[in-house]
């Protein structure tokens, strides 16, 4: 039988669509990583704005740099990459446009939305409702091009770079949509449907898997059909990309507890997310050797390629990022490193070295190839990995540092056995020398990026008048062919080797292996009681408090302060008593944080008079000479919006909040009660007058609140006893 | 009698633990069975897909 010829061409028109956004948002994001950098070095570059204060910008920063420098690159690479191993242009180009314009409005309503404090507070999951179902519809837009082009394909076999992008496709569906299951309390105002230790194995079930599933399995495809073209060799072990892909698929999913170490989580839940994680260092180091051997014979290409340099240095990034994650992962290391600036260094050594440098790696490979001229300047490129690399070492290097003191100052005991540093802002003072090396680091890395951005712009300057689109040839995938004997193998390999000219039966497995491995971990959670032990004292916030919390999310106060005391003798030294999980059940969503650029706030309910709140938001320098929280001005001068005091109250009572019916009725009516009293003390402690129905004084209730139910009477535990733990 | 009764009672969070060694024994047969020297030569083509010359910078 004879086969029939088809000619195809490639749309390599929306590739260089993605990869422009890309740049572009690359330097939208870095820079706003440098505004929040110099913020910490010195808060006076929070300007008294509250568009631009710190914790309204970082989400912008975090949300920017993943979902749209990263997620641009990870289209680029997924359009360009999947015509040619599927020899068959993009099911439909108007799906691709769609995506394309459909992606950069979500990415420019983030940009409205974050600053004008329209968040949810979770981790790289802030935009509100409307904006993630955006998300979700444009993602299915998205898969939906991707699994056409998959079904019209005329190659057989899916190489492993798909695979990848399939994992991608399909963990991201399930994470965005079970993380962000809400209840609507207004245009932009929601709150998840879980709550307290719950809601916070969720979110570190997605955040980790956001890590994994978006800035990984993605950028790991990139990887695999990047590297073998830019060194002209073939991948060093095929058998090798097999393991690497299933163990990381299959074990990454669980890892997500190892975020909430010694916390109110369930010591079982968070033991096997430190195993799982430890476990992650193999089928992560295989990748990385399968990548760095790929280079076998061709190391000299590297001394003069520096598409190579730069995937070499990513490559050998994500070695050093997936041997310190499972270390970061042990509980023991842990103690030390959480809530630190560890963290942070941790999180840039894999975003700017891993997924930064293999963006710029194919940008550079790609740019000669799309615009068909040559690159501009290769010198350029050359100067662009090497103040990289030092912006990246400068930035990792100091932050490292900032970690380990801050970790160790905070648990330090003096001969007496106290602590040696009670004050907390002994330990953000001593940090600030790190932080402005941060920024030097910073701004080499964007300077590195400003040097693409001419190479680029050089580049598309002498492209042709009207591009060259070659036409290709391939044999149709007919059916016979496309159900056709696998090319052998024995056992399971062999099997292996069918699935991978059966795409559905190969989705169908990826999502098997998600959809298992998370069930195992949250089922347990949700469904066993003594997870979470209720406490009889624990009650609702009060309408005004709960518009406080509300303000508090909106402010991003939980980017820089944790609600959560570990059982750790240094923090209860410091804080007061351990945070327990039956005091969180009300809280939609949890705000534990993840990091302590200013002190815990659980048990600051009663530790000062409301005065002191006043003068704190309005120029925490006032009460705390050094420290670099922004002030809050305007919270003394915005009223609070009653009619969603109201909204919000209904909300949580739809949640399942036990609110007394006349609660919900008169939310309003009862928040400005305690509002008047708030603000009749304030003035009599010597404070200003006319703030009760202010901003500030909804927060104050709130602040005043935070872990004070427990001191009203004994804990009494319902159900299991004890902590859970 | 609600499931989570049903889960609470049974102290079903050893699955999390059972699954674990599962998962463990699973990746130790699939790390056996990839390395089969049997299994090497159907993988040799799909090594070579990215390579097939057919996005080269145009010359003009």
Known sequence: MTERIERFVYDDAIVRMFMLATLVWGLVGTLVGLVIALQLANPMFNFGLPWVSFGRLRPLHTNAVIFAFAGNAIFTAVYYSSQRLLKARMWSD???????????????AAAITLPLGLTQSKEYAELEWPVDVAIALVW???????FGTVAR??????????????????????????????????????????????????????GHNAVAFFLTTPFLGMMYYFLPKAANRPIFSYRLSILHFWTLVFIYIWAGPHHLHYTALPAWASTLGMLFSVMLWMPSWGGMINGLLTLRGAWHKVTEDPVLKFFVVAITFYGMSTFEGPLLSIKSVNALSHYTDWTIAHVHAGALGWVGFMIFGMMYWLLPRLFQAELWSRRLAE???????????LYIVAIYAAGLTQGLMWRAFDETGRLAYPDFIETTVRLIPMYWVRVIGGSLYIAGLVLLGVNVLMTWRARPARYAEPVHEAPALTSARAAGPAAGGAGWAGWHRRWEGLPLTFSVWVAVAVAVASLFEILPMFLIQSNVPTIASVHPYSPLELAGRDIYVAEGCNNCHSQMIRPIRAETMRYGEYSKPGEFVYDHPFLWGSRRIGPDLQRVGGKYPHLWHVRHMQDPRSTTPQSIMPAYPWLARDHVDWRAVGRGVRAQVTLGVPYPRDTAANAAALAKTQGQQIAGE??????PAGLEETKMVALIAYLQRLGTDIKQTTATAAGAGGPGR | MKLSDVMSAMELHVFAEVAFVIAAAAFAAVVVTTFLRRNREPFERARLMPLTGDDEVIDR
């Open chain 1, 682 to 687: 304030i003035v009599q402690q010597g404070g």
């Open chain 1, 140 to 146: 299915v837009l998205f898969a939906v091009n991707f």
């Open chain 1, 94 to 108: 108007l799906l691709s446009r769609l995506h394309f314009w459909g992606w950069q409005g979500i990415i420019v």
């Open chain 1, 383 to 393: 100067l662009h990995f090497w103040i990289g690399t030092v912006g990246i070492l």
């Open chain 1, 153 to 206: 394909r005329r190659e057989r076999h899916l190489y492993v770079a798909l695979w990848f992008y399939i994992a991608t496709i399909v963990a991201i569906t399930v994470l965005h949509v079970l993380n962000n299951l809400v209840v609507v309390a207004g245009p932009f105002k929601s709150y998840p449907i879980y709550a307290g230790v719950q809601d916070a194995f969720m979110q570190w079930w997605y």
